[in-house]
């Protein structure tokens, strides 16, 4: 990767870091999850209001680092207006991504700006633990999601 995309990719997550979108309790929620990562106690809490099979909105709170605060707040953004089917693979094509199981996917966006944490197993859960609480949300499971 050259190092001005390089440069892109870190100011894209900086931003989403510092102005995260979907911050914060969303009251009328359809769905609800909690994850957590043991290894530093970050957590974060996922709402979804469905409209029928379609996200109609998504929010998050969480208490995190810069990875898994910017990873929230681009997946809340991009699955909102998705059926749940497509939040699923989305799912799948970011885990696919950001594990290094697959180099290019299509349909991410500014989510491929988080792909360089492959390199970096403990940065890899925080990429992924938002989106694991998403999934959790969507099948309601009662259960906190944790990435340990
Ligand atoms: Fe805790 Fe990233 S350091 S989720």
Redesign the pocket.
Known sequence: MSSSLKNLYQDIILDHSRNPKNFGLLEEYDRKANGT?P????K?TIFLKLVGNVIGEAKFDAR?????IASASMMTEMVKGKSIDQAKSLFEKFTSLVTGQCYKVNDLEELETLSGVRDFP??I??AT?PWNAMVAAIEESDEEVK?E
Do not use: Y
């Open positions: 990562n290894l530093c106690g970050d974060v995190g680092c810069a990875i898994s403990t940065r859960k925080c633990l990435t």
